[in-house]
């Protein structure tokens, strides 16, 4: 019964910015990790960030010093700020959700359907 809504992807010029925003709704436990991986035309699916339920977060290096990721825990969301945006971000970015009981065992993996961002040069 879990639903993840995906939404603020579009078309950018390289340099602006976009606010990527997931709503979790259902059965959702207190300890999770969301975040946000994309897939780019004709490539593997890659991480962009994570962030677990105390606030860690991870990003790949492609994101580092660009992108911000964030969580508002009570409403079950997780944002994405993408900044100075470049043509190889490109790619459909979706939303993910890690469940597990109590911190440490993992229960369920889930993904919302995905958010088309287009950089143009």
């Known amino acids: 019964q879990v639903q993840l809504v995906e939404s603020g992807g579009g078309l950018v010029q390289a340099g602006g910015s976009l606010r990527l925003s997931c709503a979790a709704s259902?059965?959702?436990?207190?300890?999770?990790?969301m975040g946000w991986y994309r897939q780019g035309p004709g490539k593997q699916r890659e991480l962009v960030a994570h962030?677990?339920?105390?606030?860690?977060?991870i990003y790949a290096d492609s994101a580092k010093g660009r992108f911000t990721i964030s969580r508002d825990s009570a409403k079950n969301t997780v944002l994405l700020q993408m900044n100075s945006l470049k043509p190889e971000d490109t790619a459909v970015y979706f939303c993910?959700?890690?469940?597990?009981?109590?911190?440490?065992?993992?229960?369920?993996?889930?993904w919302g359907q995905g958010t088309q961002v287009t950089v143009s040069s």
């Open positions: 993910n959700l890690n469940q597990y009981v109590g911190s440490i065992q993992f229960r369920g993996e889930y």
């Open positions: 962030i677990n339920s105390d606030g860690r977060s």
């Open positions: 259902g059965s959702i436990f207190s300890f999770n990790s």
